[in-house]
């Protein structure tokens, strides 16, 4: 039953788009507003996340789990199929916002050896945040197993290119970018009303960049592509791997 009604309220928010053909940030809200929470036993069976996480991070109302893990599910369950590698790991999350993406990884790969910063920090959130300049990342060398990116690098934009360069030194072996890449006609326009200072690269501009400054690209998947692409690349230091 649930299916159907998830359905009907998909179905009606084709026409909302379709006329503005402004897939805007907007749209999505109403679509989140419309979520129920029914599927979080489901998620929480298949990524491998106590339900009372999601529920907590719905009732603080610092994620909507049923969109995060339909969106990004792709990313988790690669995660949860490589926990073996990253079990115990330590990470940088960098823009970590509300720290949701933090505590879902915490969950998976059983480790709270984290740290987490932000241009701006929220009244409230989950963990420690640190405040920086969004320019440049002043840990030490080697610090971090992982250095996550997680819908970020597009809104550094003339700052990218550093914070990766920056992301390579302090990471032992391990990076984490999850993207809006720039691919399709929906995607301009996306970008354009998301962060119009943003700089937005195709999948193609991002390999290279990435091959530029020293990554390999393990591992690479698109995430579901509801209203536009999205991208997640596991990379790994060229050193290491
Ligand atoms: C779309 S949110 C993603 C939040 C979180 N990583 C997630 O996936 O849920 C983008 C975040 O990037 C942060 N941000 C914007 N510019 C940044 C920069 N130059 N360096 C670090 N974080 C930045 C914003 O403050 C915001 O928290």
């Not at 984290?114 to 989950?126: E, F, G, S, T, V």
């Not at 993207?179 to 929906?186: C, G, I, L, R, S």
């Not at 119009?196 to 991002?206: H, T």
Request: glycine content about 4%.
């Amino acid at each position: 039953m649930s299916n159907i009604v998830d359905l009907c309220k998909r179905v009606a928010l084709i026409p909302l788009t379709a006329v503005t053909e402004n897939p805007n940030y907007k749209y999505q809200k109403i679509a989140l507003a419309l979520k129920n929470t029914d599927d979080f036993p489901a998620i929480a069976a298949e990524f491998q996340i106590p339900e009372t996480l999601l529920r907590e991070q719905f009732d603080a109302g610092f994620d909507i789990p049923s969109y995060r893990f339909k969106r990004d599910g792709a990313f988790f369950k690669w995660l949860v199929d490589n926990k073996a590698t990253f079990k115990g790991m330590s990470w940088l999350d960098v823009g970590a916002d509300f720290g949701c993406v933090s505590a879902y990884i915490s969950a998976i790969i059983e480790s709270t050896d984290m740290k987490l910063c932000d241009i701006a920090i929220r009244p409230k959130h989950n963990f420690e945040i640190r405040q920086f300049d969004g320019k440049s990342l002043d840990y030490e060398d080697k610090s971090f197993d992982i250095v996550l990116f997680s819908f970020v690098l597009h809104h550094a934009s003339s700052s990218t290119i550093q914070l990766l360069k920056d992301a390579r030194r302090i990471s032992r072996k391990h990076m984490f970018v999850l993207e809006d890449p720039k691919e399709t006609a929906q995607d301009d326009i996306w970008g354009y009303y998301h962060d119009k200072s943003g700089v937005f690269r195709s999948l193609k501009e991002w390999r290279s960049l990435f091959d530029l400054l020293g990554f390999d690209i393990a591992a690479e998947q698109a995430l579901s592509p509801e209203v536009h692409s999205r991208h997640f690349f596991h990379l790994v230091r060229r050193d290491d791997s």
